[in-house]
């Protein structure tokens, strides 16, 4: 995030190639951080649905309790759809300040 606010800065005012690269550079590296949470999403479900496995079959909590271990492991694997989002949308505003995504307003 840091190298495409330089970048930005860089080119703001005067058409700057540099700028415009280390906003490229910046866009690329943050896609990456977006490519590993796609990439993590479906590896922290299976984890939920292990542990809430699990924690039934070595008796850490009754079949009573298990409706309260599942919401409470379901909301911690939704915190990651929540900061997936994010960065998508994120994503998504450094291409549109960048001009990538729906043209450079000048």
């Known amino acids: 995030m840091i190298i495409f606010m330089a970048g930005m800065f860089m080119s703001w005012g005067r058409k700057s190639s540099f700028g415009m690269g280390l906003m490229l550079a910046g866009i690329?590296?943050?896609?990456?951080?977006?490519?590993?949470?796609?990439?993590?999403l479906p590896v922290e479900?299976?984890?939920?649905?292990?542990?809430?496995?699990?924690?039934?079959?070595?008796?850490?909590?009754?079949?009573?309790?298990?409706q309260a271990v599942d919401k409470v492991l379901n909301a911690a694997a939704l915190t990651y759809v929540a900061a997936t989002l994010s960065a998508?949308?994120?994503?998504?505003?450094?291409?549109?300040?960048?001009?990538?995504l729906g043209g450079r307003r000048d």
């Open 28 to 40: 690329v590296m943050f896609s990456a951080v977006v490519l590993s949470q796609l990439i993590n």
């Open 45 to 66: 479900f299976d984890a939920s649905n292990r542990a809430k496995r699990i924690i039934v079959e070595q008796g850490f909590v009754s079949i009573e309790e298990r």
């Open 88 to 100: 998508i949308m994120t994503l998504v505003y450094l291409l549109i300040r960048s001009g990538l």
